[in-house]
């Protein structure tokens, strides 16, 4: 599967914005995918995830409250909606997806596939 992501931007402390992960292929649907992000001269750390149907979902602490993940199997996409960002939330966001019905999602070596990242700018 190939993934891309989208979506991202310069937005002010406060706003909102939502990223896309549009994947190819017939079985989006199989792929659990989660969204990770990196700030310069950080590691990559785990924001959020999704399961194969979208029945579950898990949030960073960082995030929970202010972000929400969702998938729309029909059109091969994951969104993510953030809302009252911060620039500490400035980074570039990956998404990532792997074809299982496990559940280690906030471990960045377990998934198979990466789209290409899309900045996030957040200013104070």
């Known amino acids: 599967v190939q993934l891309q992501a989208s979506g991202g931007g310069l937005v002010q402390a406060g706003g909102s914005l939502r990223l896309s992960c549009a994947a190819s292929g017939r079985t989006f649907g199989l792929y659990a995918v989660g969204w990770f992000r990196q700030a310069p001269g950080k590691e990559r750390e785990f924001v959020t995830a999704?399961?194969?149907?979208?029945?579950?979902?898990y949030y960073a602490d960082s995030v929970r409250g202010r972000f929400t993940i969702s998938r729309d199997n029909a059109k091969n996409t994951v969104y993510l909606r953030m809302n009252s960002l911060k620039p500490e939330d400035t980074a570039v966001y990956y998404c990532a997806a792997k074809m299982s019905r496990g559940n280690s999602w906030s471990d960045y070596n377990w998934y198979d596939y990466w789209g290409q990242g899309t900045l996030v700018t957040v200013s104070s």
């Open positions: 999704i399961s194969w149907s979208g029945g579950s979902t």
